[in-house]
Antibody, heavy 124, light 107 residues
Framework: QVQLVQSGAEVKKPGASVTISCKAS????????VHWVRQAPGQGLEWMGW????????KYSQKFQGRVTITSDTSAMTVYMDLSNLGSEDTAVYYC?????????????????WGQGTLVTVSS | EIVMTQSPATLSVSPGERATLSCRAS??????LAWYQQKPGQAPSLLIY???TRATGIPARFSGSGSGTEFTLTISSLQSEDFAVYYC?????????FGQGTKVEIK
């Protein structure tokens, strides 16, 4: 079955960077994009960006442009999300998510598989 | 960006009763609208996509309707496992955006 398994919780100081991994299994990795969505405590969901592991194409939300980098390692079937210059407002659970359709990323699809989430706490 | 507005913020319903949740988009998203359920401490899970198509394994008591800017999620007879937060999401435009959620709680 499809699984997305994320790395563990992180505690970071303001100004630092964090890297979260998302290891995929149970499907053909190269034909599905992987997206990142975050959720601040008690808040709603916020889309951050995606990567197409097949060709490396990616797209970021303008809100995070310049601070977020999404990469992939096809041999490890793993996607990474790096967020830099952290502030307290970046304290959130970060999720990776796979589109329902096997499209490269720039397509119309909801998300039918999610990682378990990674809590990032930013505190001095 | 497209703003998704859900109402009400909280819905108090008795088990067995019907629940109707609304989602409005600030501009047309066609039928590119999904609904997700999220329980405490868990990731969201897909209920409905294409505004009205149930995802795999979703019971028939969940139904979605609407197009353009107005959408509805109906739970015909609430079961104990349905008490959760529900989010709508548009996937017609970038950035993808979600509503702020409707919490369905036990009355």
């Amino acid at each position: 079955q499809v699984q997305l398994v994320q790395s563990g919780a992180e505690v970071k100081k303001p100004g630092a960077s964090v890297t979260i991994s998302c290891k995929a299994s149970g499907y053909t990795f190269n034909i599905y994009a992987v997206h990142w969505v975050r959720q601040a405590p008690g808040q709603g969901l916020e889309w951050m960006g995606w990567i197409n592991p097949g060709n490396g194409n990616r797209k970021y939300s303008q809100k995070f442009q310049g601070r977020v980098t999404i990469t992939s390692d096809t041999s490890a079937m793993t996607v990474y999300m790096d967020l830099s210059n952290l502030g307290s407002e970046d304290t959130a659970v970060y999720y990776c998510a796979r589109p329902r359709r096997p499209c490269g990323g720039d397509c119309y699809s909801s998300f039918d598989n999610w990682g378990q989430g990674t809590l990032v706490t930013v505190s001095s | 960006e497209i703003v998704m507005t859900q109402s009400p913020a909280t819905l108090s319903v008795s088990p067995g009763e019907r629940a109707t949740l609304s989602c409005r988009a600030s501009q047309s998203v066609g039928s590119y609208l999904a609904w997700y359920q999220q329980k405490p401490g868990q990731a969201p899970s897909l209920l409905i996509y294409g505004a009205s198509t149930r995802a795999t394994g979703i019971p028939a008591r969940f139904s979605g309707s609407g197009s353009g800017t107005e959408f509805t999620l109906t739970i015909s007879s609430l079961q104990s496992e349905d008490f959760a937060v529900y989010y709508c999401q548009q996937y017609n435009n970038w950035p993808r955006t979600f509503g702020q959620g409707t919490k369905v709680e036990i009355k």
